[in-house]
């Protein structure tokens, strides 16, 4: 360890703008596709001007996420890993990193789609709408989960690539991701207007395309660089390590899915049309912390790749660079939903009545942004120095924090509580995890 230490020591980098904007750029456009996506899906199934489809819809793509999002370790865990290993100029190691991964991502994937009746029927329970509503649910997470194999490879995929600070490359794979399920998704859900399943089938052949791509491109590196020994792969302190970190970032993800889970369970309360509602407004929320993403991305790989080089005056400008362009995002994003955002959902939805209570609930959507910029960025700092502990902490914090904003303010204040909830959990996570970061650069460096 001594030894890889001085290696890196030796590695010196700095962080500029450019090298932040490197990455943030292309996969701030990566990130933004899956949100598009998300919209596409739901202004195809909104154009059958059926609101009990939009919830179905909705709930449906609540239990995938539930699901996948927990999984989401097997790309900022492998990030974070690849990036240290990147800082300090071991090329096996990030390889080793990768094969980990895929093995994971494999294993998890199988028992995933075997499960899909299981996990469609504690949706069902779970969100306790009515019977059309769940018949569309049931629909569309049976034929979705089946790809799970599929995205957990791609989430190893992509997780490589962000480690070494490849934005390009994965601009492009996630181009061909989603730009191959929003035309899926357009052809079979409208055109041959198989309606959901339609939606749930196009993202399945998305996943399996771009995993062959994905692998296609990562093997003919590694066959240029040296096939590794199994034993390493295999090695089980460096095994036990990747699950303590995959453990720690799962709980953060679940827990995050599980405020959002109460959030759209909260608005299926108020009715069918507000269920429908949220959810439009929801993917204006994706769509601003997408603008987030690329650059709490950008966090990951640089203050990863300091840790490894042990680079304190990097992992500090990393910090502050990120913060810097977050901010001014967050601060577009937001402007942009304010004066944009009726004329969008007029877009998503002909449904007078979706309509109608969207727009009351927009200026909430809009702020989301800027309440969660600190949370998305310091998320990124902490995946990619590994300190997976704290933020796991901080997450649970905030979310008993959620719970009590969502058990005061909804009773009182209704859909608007709602809103207001979601923001306290947003602001909750950022500061509790910007008041420990300085405790930790002393400890790291």
Not at 227 to 250: G, K
Not at 318 to 342: C, E, N, S
Not at 407 to 424: C, D, E, I, K, Y
Request: charged share 10%; with cysteine; glycine share 10%.
């Amino acid at each position: 360890m001594d030894q890889a230490s001085s290696a890196a020591a030796s590695r010196p980098f700095s962080v500029t703008n450019r090298s932040v904007l490197a990455i943030a750029v292309p996969m701030t456009l990566a990130y933004l596709t899956t949100p598009l996506l998300g919209l596409v899906d739901t202004a195809v199934v909104g154009q059958f001007g059926d609101a009990a489809l939009l919830g179905g819809l909705a709930a449906g793509a609540l239990a995938f996420d539930v699901v996948f999002t927990t999984f989401n370790f097997l790309r900022s865990g492998t990030t974070g890993l690849v990036a240290q290993a990147f800082g300090r100029g071991d090329g096996a190691e990030e390889q080793a990193v990768f094969w980990r991964a895929v093995l994971i991502a494999v294993v998890a994937g199988v028992v995933l789609a075997a499960l899909a009746p299981v996990v469609s029927l504690l949706g069902q329970k779970f969100m306790g709408a009515d019977a059309r509503v769940s018949e569309a649910m049931d629909t569309y997470v049976r034929i979705r989960l089946l790809a799970a194999p599929f995205s957990l490879v791609n989430y190893a995929i992509l997780g490589y690539v962000l480690g070494r600070g490849e934005g390009n490359l994965g601009l492009f794979l996630q181009i061909v991701l989603n730009g191959i399920n929003i035309a899926l998704c357009i052809v079979l859900g409208l055109e041959l207007n198989w309606g959901v399943a339609g939606v749930a089938w196009a993202t399945l052949i998305g996943e399996f395309c771009a995993m062959l791509l994905g692998l296609a491109i990562v093997l003919r590196r590694f066959a240029r660089i040296g096939r590794l020994p199994l034993s390493r792969i295999l090695d089980w302190p460096a095994y036990r390590h990747m699950m303590s970190l995959n453990r720690d970032i799962m709980i953060r993800s679940f827990s995050l899915l599980a405020a959002f889970a109460l959030f759209t369970r909260q608005g299926a309360q108020f009715g069918t049309v507000t269920l429908a509602a949220n959810a439009v407004l929801m993917n204006f929320f994706l769509i601003a912390g997408y603008f987030l993403d690329g650059f709490a991305t950008a966090a990951e790989q640089l203050a990863g790749r300091a840790i490894g080089a042990r680079a304190e005056s990097s992992f500090r400008r990393a910090v502050r660079l990120t913060l810097w362009w977050g901010y001014g995002l967050a601060g577009t994003a937001t402007l942009v939903l304010l004066f944009g955002g009726a004329a969008l959902v007029g877009v998503v939805t002909t449904s007078d009545a979706v309509r109608a209570i969207a727009d009351t609930y927009l200026p909430w959507a809009a702020f989301t942004a800027m309440s969660g910029v600190l949370a998305f960025q310091m998320d990124g700092v902490f995946i990619g120095a590994t300190w997976s502990r704290d933020m796991r902490n901080m997450m649970l914090l905030s979310f008993c924090v959620f719970l009590v904003a969502l058990l005061t303010l909804t009773p009182a204040f209704g859909n608007h509580g709602l809103w207001a909830s979601l923001h306290v959990f947003l602001l909750v996570r950022g500061i509790s995890l910007y008041s420990i970061m300085q405790r930790r650069i002393r400890q790291a460096f």
